[in-house]
């Protein structure tokens, strides 16, 4: 299967899971997994959230993400990945001057 985001559109998601600003993404889902390819504007976040019944994979493509993983905080920066796996608590925040861009994988255990 060929999941095409340049053409999807992008929509936003003020707030999510509590964060702050729009988590702009386009999402592309399968059963109950989802595959994204988001985007956070400098001083937005997705907020604190645990995985109960799924893990999430991010793939940072562009910027730099600041992970709050469990009791961590965690830099992952461009052609690196963050993998919060099942049972596990996760935010990123963008505290950069450019956008943050990036893919992440939602599978459902």
């Given at each position: ?54 893990c999430e994979t991010i793939f940072v493509l562009s910027g730099h993400a600041y992970i709050i993983y469990d009791d961590t905080t965690e830099v992952c920066r461009a ?31």
């Open positions: 299967m060929i999941i095409d985001f340049n053409n999807m559109e992008e929509k936003a998601f003020p707030n999510f899971k509590g964060g702050e600003g729009d988590y702009n993404a386009r999402m592309a889902t399968h059963n109950e997994n989802k595959i994204m390819k988001g985007r956070l504007e400098p001083g937005c976040s997705i907020g604190l959230h645990t995985h109960d019944t799924s052609g690196e990945c963050h993998h919060c796996p099942k049972g596990h608590t996760h935010s990123m925040i963008n505290k950069g001057n450019e956008d943050l861009v990036f893919y992440a994988v939602v599978a459902e255990q």
